[in-house]
């Protein structure tokens, strides 16, 4: 079955503790991205990536890293996080740039304390 | 930059039609998606449409007119699994972003 899966989907942390959510998918993608999504303010993508070893910045990347080794995998790492990144996260990935659908993940629901 | 704005909340009744807007001001224009996400759920997609017009799938339906840069969703003969967000989105042009979202229409189907 072709999908996104992430891991884990629910996290409550503290303050400071380095965490990393995973995104791994089946479809050959070579587009992937991180969004975030807090009440009131919609999707807001964190970082993207067109290919293996290539990302770059979305609109919210202050506080998070994310690294593509591998066209299938795309981790994202919390260094130190804070309780403002409490919030529902999504991985996504799509075919192509221009005019493909993008595949979500189910979501991690982190809490940090 | 990209400014999308659609309606917070809408209302119908089931078996009804309703009609969800959405307006944006963008740098570039690549494309509109429609995305529907219930509750707790990843969003999935509904269409997409480049070109302006109609583009008809079942009894959903998404409009486009890249002049007035807007667009809208019809929903037809209303369900009562029809109740959830719908996000609207624009690909831009000129950056890998690819996709920036509005803050989504929250619909609910009544009995």
């Known amino acids: 079955e072709a999908q996104v899966t992430q891991n884990p989907r629910y996290l409550i942390t503290v303050t400071g503790k380095k965490l990393t959510v995973t995104c791994s998918q089946n479809?050959?993608?070579?587009?992937m991205s991180w969004y975030r999504q807090d009440p009131g303010l919609g999707l807001r993508q964190i970082y993207y990536?067109?290919?293996?070893?290539?990302?770059d910045k979305g609109d919210v990347p202050e506080g998070y890293k994310v690294s593509r080794k591998e066209k299938r995998n795309f981790p994202l790492i919390l260094e130190s996080p804070s309780p403002n990144q409490t919030s529902l996260y999504f991985c996504?990935?799509?075919?192509?740039?221009?005019?493909?659908?993008?595949?979500f993940g189910p979501g991690t629901r982190l809490t940090v304390l | 930059g990209q400014n999308i704005d659609q309606p917070t909340e809408m209302t119908a009744t089931e078996g009804a039609i309703v009609q969800i807007n959405c307006t944006y001001q963008?740098?570039?224009?690549?494309?509109l998606f429609w995305y529907q996400q219930h509750a707790g759920e990843a969003p999935t997609f509904l269409s997409y449409?480049?070109?302006?017009g109609l583009e008809e799938k079942g009894r959903f339906s998404s409009f486009l007119s890249r002049s007035k840069g807007y667009s809208y969703l019809l929903l037809k003969e209303l369900q009562m699994k029809d109740s959830a967000s719908y996000l609207c989105?624009?690909?831009?042009?000129?950056?890998?972003?690819?996709?920036?979202f509005g803050s989504g229409t929250q619909l609910t189907v009544l009995p």
């Open positions: 996504a990935s799509s075919l192509r740039r221009v005019g493909y659908e993008q595949f």
């Open positions: 479809m050959n993608h070579e587009y």
């Open positions: 990536s067109m290919n293996v070893e290539v990302t």
């Open positions: 963008t740098s570039g224009f690549n494309g």
């Open positions: 449409n480049v070109l302006d």
């Open positions: 989105a624009v690909k831009g042009t000129g950056s890998a972003r690819q996709l920036t």
